[in-house]
């Protein structure tokens, strides 16, 4: 965990200080002198007694105690550094700049555990190896810049890549996002985004904490704490966005299921997002636009005038707005032709709001008080300014200002003459105002911070009793489970599955008692419907036996498989275990049409009934599902139901590597499971 030593050293010594500045040693000592570290300072250097005006010692061993150490030094010198430091000088808390240890080769791997061990072994924390550092509100111990502008309610940010983290500051600074802290934590060695988050989370205020959190990561070690403590944060009232870089090879290993042909890593870190309320990113950029709207007035609801004074970028951001689920409605009320009154001819008040290039700041504010508290179908407001480059838009930017402390609704400003206001939009930034430069971006990024589901925290209770069932079932086997071990098990879930009778040969039926007509499928083969092996609406025993006979045919045939012929939509329910992320639970149409049209949603188990109503409505053919051009849907509290309860046996058999239900037949009725795997490991 991270230790007070880490968070506000009282003392902190630089290992390779320098005069120069274009090394680590220096730089960092420089940006700690610059940012007005009031603590000790301290360097070593083997050469200098002095070094920028602090005292340099030759050696560790001649140092006081020291809260931390910053190690700018040749990995191989670490180690010992680090015992001396420990053992000696009381010293709790380390950031290693040094690359050269697991992300290199085995060698590397060891020093970096013998440092790791050295370092619990005194309570201490570490930050690094392989990294560049980290910035709060009490120092600036990293090795770059450029150092933003620090502010208690700037945003935090954690980053896997330091030099990721550089270039992310400098898309950000000028937009005007302030930063609270910045933690680079290299190769992760003991303290790793996970660990950072937890602590955001365990001294979280609301109110007083930074309420964003911004992510950088390339390795997830552990979603479980991850989502954990992300669910915290956002049930206390923070909200956090991310950008996860790369994606697990293992995810795309040939599957035997559909499930695991559609869910892998990539898609269990959306569904673990999801999960936890975190906006997921793609790019810096991204990142940055979220952070901003973040920085402004949550948006309550969908509805968003655009205020502008230029019809391009007004037509681009209903575009992206719409796209998006958000909408950009006609402006109908009556008080609309009071307000076009009190601007020039040629204004439009329909939405866009279009003020023309000729516009007033007078006349920006009249339109910001009419969408703030005379349009009440309007949730939000985006206004677009920039200028020709014909006058000052000072004025323009303080009523801008002034509105956006004082009204009830979030207004977000958009302003893309970066180069002939660059003044005034630096004057703008100033007063603690985040810019948006683009109209499609900044569209995007809000569309995305508005249809984050809010996050719950999830407790199962589970029934002792049939946990043993349950387990007393899958005992000692490993591979695909039997139908008739499927058929106890969802017994037991009180999962509606149609009946099944299990033949060998053709024979069997004469002692079955078999209500036509019959579906027969063979038992063996993983995908039927790729062999021939699903024949359908069979009537009478003579059919029956030719099918049987036929089936038992293909290859791997182990037995045939007969249930009545019952009709429905066809829907589908599917489970995969992804490494340490756990279960991803899939649903969406069934039969060939979960191949063709891929239109499924994906969530982390468990889930809750909220999360699963949400993962419905994102399908393509929710509309399907609800009923359409008078045809009747199908029974969606009964689909929940089931996911519910396919979510609900993951918790009960956590050893479930894959699980198909493909199709349920639903109707407006009931839904009910026809074909089913599961495999164990």
Request: hydrophobic letters at 45%; one cysteine or more; charged letters at 20%.
């Amino acid at each position: 965990m991270l230790n007070s030593k880490l968070l506000q050293p009282n003392s902190i010594v630089v290992i390779g200080a320098s005069d120069n500045l274009q090394s680590p040693g220096g730089k960092v000592l420089l940006n700690l002198i610059s940012s007005g570290y009031q603590g000790r300072l301290y360097g070593v250097n083997p050469k200098l007694d002095e070094v920028q005006n602090i005292p340099c010692f030759h050696d560790v061993s001649l140092l006081p105690e020291v809260d931390m150490a910053i190690i700018a030094v040749a990995a191989k010198y670490c180690t010992d550094i680090v015992k001396t430091l420990t053992e000696t000088k009381n010293t709790k808390a380390f950031i290693i700049f040094s690359a050269g240890f697991s992300e290199q080769d085995e060698a590397g791997k060891k020093m970096e555990t013998e440092i790791v061990r050295l370092i619990n072994k005194v309570n201490g924390t570490l930050l690094g190896p392989n990294n560049i550092g980290m910035i709060n509100t009490h120092f600036a111990g990293v090795f770059t810049t450029p150092i933003p502008k620090l502010d208690p309610k700037g945003v935090d940010f954690i980053s896997g890549s330091g030099a990721t983290a550089v270039f992310i500051m400098e898309a950000a600074i000028p937009k005007g996002l302030t930063f609270n802290s910045l933690f680079s934590v290299g190769n992760s060695a003991q303290i790793g985004v996970e660990e950072v988050l937890q602590h955001l989370d365990e001294t979280y205020v609301h109110g007083v904490s930074s309420a964003i959190k911004l992510l950088y990561i390339e390795s997830i070690h552990n979603p479980q704490k991850l989502l954990l403590h992300a669910v915290s944060l956002r049930i206390k009232g923070a909200r956090i966005a991310a950008i996860k870089a790369g994606s697990s090879d293992a995810g795309s290993r040939a599957a035997s299921s559909h499930t695991g042909a559609l869910a892998d890593a990539d898609t269990a870190v959306d569904a673990l997002f999801e999960k936890a309320g975190i906006i997921r990113c793609y790019s810096r950029d991204e990142l940055v636009n979220v952070a901003g709207v973040l920085t402004y007035s949550e948006l309550k609801g969908k509805n968003i005038a655009i205020v502008t004074h230029a019809g391009g970028p007004a037509v681009m951001l209903t575009d992206a707005l719409s796209k998006n689920g958000l909408n950009v409605p006609n402006i109908t009320s009556l008080k609309a032709h009071d307000l076009l009154n009190g601007l020039f001819a040629g204004s439009s008040v329909a939405n866009p709001i279009d003020f023309l290039a000729t516009g007033t700041a007078e006349q920006l504010d009249l339109i910001l008080e009419y969408c703030i508290n005379i349009f009440n179908e309007i949730d939000a407001i985006a206004v677009i300014f920039g200028s020709p480059g014909l006058f000052e838009v000072d004025e323009v930017y303080k009523v801008l200002h002034n509105r956006i402390t004082t009204s009830t609704k979030p207004i977000f400003p958009i302003l893309p003459s970066v180069i002939n206001v660059e003044r005034e939009i630096k004057d703008f930034i100033a007063k603690g105002r985040f810019a948006f430069f683009d109209e499609v971006s900044f569209g995007n990024a809000l569309a995305k911070t508005y249809h984050v589901v809010p996050s719950e925290k999830m407790e199962y209770q589970l029934n002792k009793t049939i946990q043993l069932q349950l387990n007393n079932i899958i005992q000692s086997k490993s591979g695909y489970l039997t139908p008739q071990d499927i058929q106890s098990i969802f017994r037991l879930l009180d999962i509606p599955i149609v009946k099944e009778i299990i033949v060998a040969n053709e024979e069997e039926i004469i002692i079955n008692d078999i209500i036509y007509p019959v579906v027969a499928k063979v038992i063996g083969p993983v995908h039927k419907t790729d062999v021939g092996g699903v024949r359908l609406n069979i009537k009478n025993k003579s059919e029956l036996s030719e099918n049987i006979h036929s089936l038992l045919q293909i290859n791997e045939a182990t037995g045939v498989l007969i249930q009545p012929m019952i009709n429905g939509m066809e829907l589908f329910v599917g489970v995969k275990k992804e490494g340490n992320f756990g279960h991803t639970i899939v649903c969406g149409m069934g039969g060939i049409m979960i191949e063709i049209l891929k239109d499924v949603s994906i969530g982390l188990a468990p889930l809750n009934p909220g999360e699963i109503q949400s993962m419905i409505h994102q399908l393509k053919s929710f509309e399907m599902l609800k009923g359409t051009r008078g045809k009747k849907g199908i029974n969606i509290e009964k689909f929940v139901e089931i996911i519910s309860k396919v979510s609900l046996l993951t918790q009960y058999l956590p050893n479930i590597a894959e699980l198909d239900i493909n199709p349920l037949l639903a109707d407006e009725n009931q839904v009910t499971a026809v074909d089913a795997r599961i495999r164990i490991e």
